[in-house]
Antibody
Framework: EVQLVESGGGLVQPGRSLRLSCAAS????????MHWVRQAPGKGLEWVSG????????GYADSVKGRFTISRDNAKNSLYVQMNSLRAEDTALYFC?????????????WGQGTLVTVSS | DIQMTQSPSTLSASVGDRVTITCRAS??????LAWYQQKPGKAPQLLIY???SLESGVPSRFSGSGSGTEFTLSISSLQSDDFATYYC????????FGPGTKVDIK
């Protein structure tokens, strides 16, 4: 059974940093691309960042480019996102998602999310 | 960047109704489109990929069609479990979600 478990969310002041983690199990982690998708309270879904199976291809939404850094550790079956210079508009539930392919397509499994609140 | 729109934003329907949701892309995305269902407090679940392919385990009352810039998600006979919000997503160039369509009880 595929499981994606996010952690690392919490309350953080504007301008500070936070690192989210996603522990994956139930599939061969190093064969698939992975992504972070977020959902602000009461709003829709926004793709944040994605990383290919071997970290050779990485992409970011314009809204986080230059502030967020995605990474993965295939030995630990884990996905990460380092979020710097956080803003109030980064407040959201952050989902870790598994891609159907190695380099990027649709998302066939989602974690339950970790909540990030940016507020003073 | 590819922009996605959905219509309607809210749809009121009854159990047994046929429901259709439209998704439009700002430029051609071929058939690189997925549909997701999200219930309150839950993560989205994949329903359809490549515009018309049904994900394993998804009831056959769900179907998708379209290519290029216009796509539809249909539910042939709405069930109580189907009241939720539906999102389309393009994966032709990076990834963009539509704003969602909420299906609620009439």
């Amino acid at each position: 059974e595929v499981q994606l478990v996010e952690s690392g969310g919490g309350l953080v002041q504007p301008g500070r940093s936070l690192r989210l983690s996603c522990a994956a199990s139930g599939f061969t982690f190093d064969e698939y691309a992975m992504h972070w998708v977020r959902q602000a309270p009461g709003k829709g879904l926004e793709w944040v960042s994605g990383i290919s199976w071997n970290s050779g291809s990485i992409g970011y939404a314009d809204s986080v480019k230059g502030r967020f850094t995605i990474s993965r550790d295939n030995a630990k079956n884990s996905l990460y996102v380092q979020m710097n210079s956080l803003r109030a508009e980064d407040t959201a539930l952050y989902f870790c998602t598994k891609d159907k392919d190695a380099s990027g397509s649709y998302f066939d499994y989602w974690g339950q999310g970790t909540l990030v609140t940016v507020s003073s | 960047d590819i922009q996605m729109t959905q219509s309607p934003s809210t749809l009121s329907a009854s159990v047994g109704d046929r429901v259709t949701i439209t998704c439009r892309a700002s430029q051609s995305i071929s058939s690189w489109l997925a549909w997701y269902q999200q219930k309150p407090g839950k993560a989205p679940q994949l329903l359809i990929y490549k515009a018309s392919s049904l994900e394993s385990g998804v009831p056959s009352r769900f179907s998708g069609s379209g290519s290029g810039t216009e796509f539809t998600l249909s539910i042939s006979s709405l069930q109580s479990d189907d009241f939720a919000t539906y999102y389309c997503q393009q994966y032709n160039s990076y990834f963009t979600f539509g704003p969602g369509t909420k299906v609620d009880i009439k």
